[in-house]
């Protein structure tokens, strides 16, 4: 099974076995679909919605794919130690990892939020990346191969006040991105991160369920729209299969234009 991109293209993962933390729902579920499709075996990983997880299996399988759901907390290194025992135990060794499992945190400005709320954001959105990234590259390196997509955010770049748990998390990954793809580039694997813009989904449902903040939040976006999942479900296949190979350790903005300031489009 392949996903036809046109006729001449396609995209084959027949048989990789990737991890897509945080799959049961929102931007991980679309790239476990899209991997899926491509015919990899997926793991659909969960940390709450176990139920979620196992109706996206039975839905890729019953589409002809492989899948299985497993579940556990990315910012607890144990428990990341034994995800992986797992996948060796179900699929074998892993092929392509996604480190998208995120939290946005609690807003508070520096000095009136809480060091346990900063801690929680780090230890999800960095430290949980580095764990799975660390016991993916022991399987990867003997092999020769391997793809590690991390999922930064267009808050790499753009500063946003209130979120500075967020923002330093997402900019540490980005370096963890290049500095990781450096240390793993003789072992042909790839290291890229893909930091999206404003998408639609249960993370900041919030602000586009609002008509006020949604327009506050399209007039931070060039492109009159916010993005939807498939429009990083579709980079990440790309990121991950042999027609991006000579990508490594960069990022790929998916934000509809949201880093181009916005508010210089008309001029002034
Ligand atoms: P979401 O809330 O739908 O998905 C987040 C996923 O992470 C969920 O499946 C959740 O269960 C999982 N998760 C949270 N904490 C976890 C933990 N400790 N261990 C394991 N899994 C955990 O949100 P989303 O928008 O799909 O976000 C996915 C990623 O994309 C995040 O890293 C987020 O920062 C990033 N992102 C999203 C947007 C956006 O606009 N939606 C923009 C930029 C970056």
Same mark, same amino acid.
């Given at each position: 099974?392949a ?5 001449? !293209?396609?995209i /084959?993962?027949?048989? *990789?076995v990737?991890l897509v933390?945080g799959?049961?729902? $929102?931007?991980?579920?679309s &790239?476990a679909?899209?991997?899926?499709q491509?015919?990899? +075996?997926?793991v659909?990983?969960y *940390? ?5 997880a196992? +109706? #996206?299996?039975?839905? !890729? +399988?019953?589409?002809?794919?492989? @899948?299985?759901?497993? $579940?556990?907390d ?11 025992l797992?996948?060796d135990? @179900?699929?074998?060794?892993?092929? #392509?990892?996604?480190?998208? @499992?995120? &939290? ?8 009136? /939020?809480?060091t /346990?709320d900063?801690?929680?954001? #780090?230890?999800?959105n960095l430290? $949980? ?5 660390r016991?993916a =590259? ?9 793809? !590690? !997509?991390?999922?930064t955010?267009?808050h790499e770049? %753009? ?14 990954l ?9 240390e793993l580039?003789d072992?042909?694997? *790839?290291?890229?991160?893909?930091a ?6 249960p &993370?900041?449902? /919030? ?7 949604l +327009?506050d939040?399209l007039?931070k976006?060039?492109?009159? *729209?916010?993005?939807?999942?498939d429009?990083?479900?579709? %980079?990440?296949v790309?990121?991950? =299969?042999d027609? @991006?190979s000579y #990508?490594t350790?960069?990022t %790929?903005?998916v934000d509809g ?5 916005p ?6």
């Amino acid at each position: 099974m392949a996903l036809e991109v046109r006729k001449g !293209i396609s995209i /084959d993962l027949t048989d *990789r076995v990737v991890l897509v933390t945080g799959s049961s729902s $929102g931007l991980g579920e679309s &790239i476990a679909r899209y991997m899926a499709q491509a015919g990899a +075996k997926v793991v659909v990983h969960y *940390r709450t919605g176990k139920d979620r997880a196992e +109706k #996206i299996v039975s839905e !890729i +399988k019953a589409a002809g794919g492989k @899948a299985i759901a497993l $579940g556990g907390d990315v910012s607890n290194k144990e428990e990341v130690r034994n995800l992986f025992l797992s996948i060796d135990k @179900a699929f074998g060794p892993i092929d #392509i990892l996604v480190n998208n @499992a995120g &939290i946005d945190g609690k807003r508070g400005l520096v000095g009136d /939020d809480n060091t /346990d709320d900063w801690e929680e954001v #780090i230890g999800v959105n960095l430290m $949980g990346p580095y764990y799975c990234a660390r016991e993916a =590259s022991k399987r990867m390196k003997p092999r020769k191969t391997g793809v !590690i !997509i991390n999922i930064t955010s267009v808050h790499e770049y %753009v500063p946003w006040s209130g979120y500075s748990a967020y923002c330093s998390a997402k900019a540490g990954l980005s370096m963890f991105t290049k500095t990781l793809a450096q240390e793993l580039s003789d072992f042909n694997i *790839r290291v890229v991160a893909i930091a999206p813009g404003a998408i639609k989904t249960p &993370i900041n449902k /919030d602000v586009w369920g609002n008509p006020e903040s949604l +327009k506050d939040l399209l007039d931070k976006i060039a492109m009159p *729209r916010l993005g939807e999942v498939d429009d990083i479900g579709r %980079v990440a296949v790309f990121l991950a =299969s042999d027609l @991006a190979s000579y #990508i490594t350790g960069t990022t %790929v903005l998916v934000d509809g234009g949201m880093a181009l300031y916005p508010d210089f489009k008309h001029g002034g």
